[in-house]
């Protein structure tokens, strides 16, 4: 399977990818981009099966992000790592079509449990 992480923060990509391992997708192939600008183009170019978006960040922020995707008429699954976690952005993300938010600080088990039924079929 193919995971696009997407955040501003290359050391929190690289959590990102750790925490991945760590929940036992290891596996999977990975690709990173650093706002949803470049992500919108990775999404494009190589079809990830899953992406994993920070929602703060400069050029195009993850909900836009995700808006775009949906505006090409893709339906990647889409989720946010993100430090904030209102019931605001909640909401929002929900409607918009991601299948989860995670906030940061995160653990390789909230990774398994949110997903695990993504990522293992």
């Known amino acids: 399977m193919k995971i696009l992480i997407v955040d501003d923060s290359k050391a929190m990509r690289m959590i990102v990818s750790r925490t991945l391992r760590q ?8 690709k990173e981009a650093s706002d949803g600008v470049e992500g919108m ?3 494009r ?18 909900l836009e992000f995700l808006q775009a995707i949906k505006a090409d008429g893709l339906s990647t699954p889409f989720g946010f ?16 079509g991601s299948l989860f938010l ?20």
């Open 23 to 30: 929940a036992g997708f290891g596996d999977h192939e990975c």
């Open 41 to 43: 183009a990775l999404v």
């Open 45 to 62: 170019e190589w079809s990830p099966d899953l992406v994993i978006s920070d929602w703060n960040m400069p050029n195009m922020n993850g």
């Open 81 to 96: 790592v993100t430090t904030e976690g209102s019931p605001q952005m909640r909401q929002a993300s929900e409607e918009a």
């Open 102 to 121: 995670i906030t940061k600080p995160f653990t390789a088990d909230s990774f398994k449990t949110h997903l695990g039924s993504i990522l293992n079929g």
